[in-house]
């Protein structure tokens, strides 16, 4: 498996600009995780799904920011209208709820989001 | 809910030495805690995990101790080497042992 996928890895945009981030899962993960990086807060959950389902947008930081999982192979975050405190890295992980590394989050490569 | 809290923020320690970093969690109902490397402009990886019924778990030169009684949990990395600087995240799982919540990081920074 390649892991799970992130596009773009580099996204520059002004304010007030719609960006959307994507993300692909490992193959039969049940898990879908998005978290933003910066200096100032850490690693902070954003949202996450269950079997495309979200299950908990309370990390989401205001309804400029939303997300939608139409299937299981494939995740959008997007942010409509973008603004520079938006500027962060943007984190995809997955994980499943079965087996021996259940609960084990694997992360994708990050989109590094600059809004001018 | 949840909560993490990790301390040190940073720690610098010369090649050899040990290196300990320690998180406390908030939820009783937490089982799963693992731990995170995060080298500068790469993706966390896990490097170590222990679930509750477990008191200690080692891997050659890291190891991780678990206190449910006192909700603290530790990394040691011993025989530290350059290569291990990096930034490293503890997590515990949320209640419904569905989601993690990270501490805010220990940058490790070891000089040779």
């Known amino acids: 498996d390649a892991g799970v996928i992130q596009s773009p890895r580099h996204e520059v945009t002004e304010m007030g600009q719609e960006v959307t981030l994507r993300c692909k899962p490992i193959?039969?993960?049940?898990?879908l995780f998005w978290y933003r990086q910066t200096m100032m807060r850490g690693l902070e959950l954003l949202i996450y799904?269950?079997?495309?389902?979200?299950?908990?947008d309370s990390g989401m930081p205001e309804d400029r920011f939303s997300a939608k999982m139409p299937n299981a192979s494939f995740s959008t975050l997007k942010i409509q209208p973008s603004e520079p405190r938006d500027s962060a890295v943007y984190f995809c992980a997955s994980s499943t709820q079965y087996g021996n590394s259940y609960n084990e989050q694997f992360f994708g490569p990050g989109t590094r989001l600059t809004v001018l | 809910g949840e909560n993490v809290e990790q301390h040190p923020s940073t720690l610098s320690v010369q090649e050899g030495d040990s290196a300990v970093i320690k998180c406390t969690y908030s939820d009783s109902a937490s089982n799963y805690f693992p731990w995170y490397k995060q080298e500068l402009g790469k993706r966390p990886q896990l490097i170590i995990d222990i679930r509750s019924n477990v008191g200690e778990k080692k891997d050659q030169r890291i190891a991780v101790t678990l206190n449910k009684t006192a909700k603290h949990f530790s990394l040691h990395i011993t025989e530290t080497q350059p290569e291990d600087s990096a930034v490293y995240f503890c997590a515990a799982s949320n209640q419904a042992g569905t989601a993690l919540i990270f501490g805010k990081g220990t940058t490790l920074s070891v000089s040779s």
């Open positions: 193959s039969g993960h049940d898990y």
């Open positions: 799904f269950n079997n495309n389902v979200p299950i908990d």
